[in-house]
């Protein structure tokens, strides 16, 4: 028996961040990136979360569907809830991965979540330097937008909001790693997703 009364009612939750470099948080100097911000800022009294960082870098949304299935479920063994937070999406488009293929690896990770109970997020790409680029990552963004609200998924859309943000392009264009934004930046990408129906649906 506990020698804390307070324990029996704490929430066990299982998080796992499944996604590329920008979930792994790769150019932040201080190796925060947005993950870590996020989780700092998630924690409550009445919480033991228990959080996992996955994203690896140059991931396409088929090398997350891949991993989901692997592995999600050891992290997931034991957690009294299990929630899932989704970021794809620029690697598909360096990897010229159709919109098509894109929405049914990222509709394949939601539903195949769905049916075992875990809750899910996701978090989209933002904007890069290179406008064709972004041109193409607009029509991921909205895919991933029709995706989500058909299966009444929370959906963080970073890239409209940092689109000519001045703060997001000053970051950018100072980066060590072209296209990965610096502390400022995932500290921006952070604030959208704490204010993008994140406490609502992690109830903290």
């Known amino acids: 028996m506990t020698d804390d009364p307070t324990a029996w009612h704490r929430r066990d939750v299982g998080l796992v961040f499944l996604g590329d470099s920008l979930v792994n948080g790769l150019g932040d100097p201080r190796g ?12 409550t009294d009445d ?23 692997e592995e999600c479920p050891p992290r997931f063994v034991g957690r009294g809830e299990r929630r899932l937070v989704v970021s794809v999406g620029r690697s598909d488009v360096d990897k010229n991965v159709s919109v098509a293929r894109h929405r049914l690896n990222l509709a394949t990770i939601l539903d195949d979540a769905a049916s075992t109970g875990i809750s899910t997020f996701v978090v989209s790409p933002p904007p890069v330097t290179d406008p064709s680029v972004n041109a193409l990552l607009e029509v991921f963004v909205d895919a991933q937008a ?3 609200s058909r299966r009444g998924v929370h959906f963080v859309d970073c890239f409209r909001p940092l689109l000519g943000h001045d ?3 000053s970051d950018l264009a100072v980066a060590k790693v072209p296209d990965h934004p610096g502390q400022a930046g995932y500290g921006l990408i952070a604030w959208l997703v704490l204010n993008g129906g994140w406490r609502e649906w992690l109830r903290v």
Not at 60 to 66: I, R
């Open 167 to 169: 703060q997001w392009e």
């Open 146 to 148: 029709d995706v989500c």
């Open 47 to 69: 919480l033991e979360l228990t959080a996992y960082n996955l994203g690896v870098r140059g991931a396409s949304s088929a090398e997350v569907l891949e991993r989901f299935r």
């Open 32 to 43: 925060q990136g947005w993950v870590t911000r996020v989780v700092a800022r998630s924690q």
